[in-house]
Nanobody
């Protein structure tokens, strides 16, 4: 199992930037998928970006070119840089992981979740 502890987030005006962090601990020697998901009020949870242990990130179309995933393997941390934020990016953001062998944006395959962090973008 892995444990995920998030930090970051907050409130910004449209066009602003935020950075989310997720500290990963536990059984990280196994290959796993990790990513960021979000859920806006009244909407279904959706994938933002995911990546396997060795690969390139897969972004949702809605954030491509604006959000950037990065990881610090030495610290077992992953990050999400959110740039050019829009009001429709307002949501609770979650870091999540799975040992499922295929990494995808479908949140239902992820069974380890961070506590969530709020991002609010005002117009």
């Amino acid at each position: 199992a892995v444990q995920l502890v998030q930090s970051g987030g907050g409130s910004v005006q449209a066009g602003g930037s935020l950075r989310l962090s997720c500290a990963v601990s536990g059984d990280t020697d196994r290959s796993y998928c990790i990513g960021w998901f979000r859920q806006a009020p009244g909407k279904q949870r959706e994938g933002v970006v995911v990546i396997g242990s060795a690969g390139t990130p897969t972004y949702s179309d809605s954030v491509k070119g604006r959000f950037t995933f990065s990881r610090d393997n030495a610290r077992n941390n992953v990050y999400l840089q959110l740039n050019s934020l829009k009001p429709e990016d307002t949501a609770m953001y979650y870091c999540a992981a799975t040992y499922f062998r295929i990494c995808g944006l479908d949140y239902t395959i992820y069974n380890y979740w961070g506590q969530g962090t709020q991002v609010i973008v005002s117009s």
